[in-house]
């Protein structure tokens, strides 16, 4: 059973930063792709960054250049990098891992975004 765990969230002042890290139970190659999306309150579960086994990484709008996905193949990690953070940043963060056309996701980690 692949597991996802997410890490990195919490409170932060407006135009701040942080890293969230989702680690896998498996090598990450085992994977077709890892994803980062994002669920604000009351709104859909949206895609921000989408890295491709090969390593390609495809952004969503809402990355919105402040965001960006990175990984760790020998830690079997990735990583999102979200800078200049605004009040409108604020959701729980889900990874996600597509394995033989199955969908995995972590429970997600929150972040909450002062004004």
């Known amino acids: 059973q692949v597991q996802l765990v997410e890490s990195g969230g919490g409170l932060v002042e407006a135009g701040g930063s942080l890293r969230l890290s989702c680690a896998a139970s498996?090598?990450?190659?085992?994977?077709?792709?890892m994803a980062w999306y994002r669920q604000a309150p009351g709104k859909q579960r949206d895609l921000i960054a989408r890295?491709?086994?090969?390593?390609?990484?495809d952004y969503a709008d809402s990355a919105d250049g402040r965001l960006t996905a990175s990984r760790d193949n020998g830690l079997n990690t990735i990583y999102l990098l979200m800078n200049g953070l605004k009040s409108e940043d604020t959701a729980v963060y889900y990874c996600?891992?597509?394995?033989?056309?199955?969908?995995?996701w972590g429970r997600g980690t929150q972040v909450t975004v002062s004004s």
């Open positions: 890295i491709t086994r090969g390593g390609r990484i």
């Open positions: 498996e090598s990450i190659f085992n994977f077709n792709a």
């Open positions: 996600n891992a597509n394995f033989l056309d199955t969908n995995y």
